[in-house]
């Protein structure tokens, strides 16, 4: 993410977006673009994730399947193998689906401020409530990787520029509302899934970033807590 300017004062540096996981790639067979015949260690897991017959064995249209869902969501190398990369994109799905419509139900993010943005970061996923009223979402971000972390704690929305555009990465970051320095909610244009994460900044699908642009406003709070896997 880009310094923020306000005028033609830089008045802040902007750190990066985020993603969701950032397990490493380990033991995936060195192949290209083709498909590999290799089973994974989450071989398994990720036949019943996409629904496919769950025998642990590799065939071709496991491989294809497996690789189509690599290539949606930016998991390199795309060849098909289920490993701890691919395995872990596809648990944080299933832990998102499972929160429904009580993203708070712990009662972590206060429910005494008002209009209040929070971001789970453990679960990758962010809403707007009104004290204890589900306003928006939850909805999934991609939040800072390793090295790069979102911070956590209650924060004030302090500056919006719906056409910002990052000046350290000189990459556009639609929709933006900088609530920690150069930390901001945004839009980018990659998969809510896609490792290993932002420079910081709390990414969001376009049509996400356009309710928390229209439902938040300056000085409205934002709370962000747990930790992100891989960081």
Request: a positive charge.
């Amino acid at each position: 993410m880009g310094d923020i300017r306000r005028r033609s004062a830089v008045v802040l540096g902007v750190t990066g977006l985020v993603a969701p996981l950032t397990l490493a790639l380990t033991s995936a067979p060195a192949q290209a673009a083709s498909c590999t015949t290799q089973a994974g260690p989450y071989q398994k897991q990720v036949e019943k994730f996409l629904g496919r017959p769950v025998d642990g064995k590799q065939s071709a249209a496991d491989c294809k399947a497996i690789q189509a869902f690599q290539n949606k969501h930016g998991i390199t190398p795309a060849v098909g193998y289920a490993g701890s990369v691919t395995w872990g994109v596809m648990d944080l799905m299933n832990k998102q689906k499972a929160v429904g419509n009580k993203p708070n139900k712990d009662g972590k993010c206060p429910t005494n401020k008002g209009r209040i943005a929070c971001v789970n970061l453990t679960l990758q996923l962010s809403w707007i409530q009104d004290g204890g009223k589900l306003v928006y979402g939850p909805v999934p971000v991609r939040t800072g990787r390793d090295g790069f972390e979102t911070r956590t704690g209650l924060k004030k929305i302090y500056w919006r520029d719906i056409d910002h555009v990052s000046s350290v990465y000189n990459v556009p970051m639609p929709y933006s509302q900088f609530f920690d320095g150069g930390q901001a909610f945004h839009s980018v244009g990659l998969s809510m899934w896609n490792p290993p994460g932002s420079h910081g900044c709390v990414n969001m699908t376009t049509k996400d970033a356009k309710s928390y642009w229209s439902l938040l406003k300056t000085g409205d709070d934002v709370y962000v807590y747990g930790r992100k896997p891989g960081t």
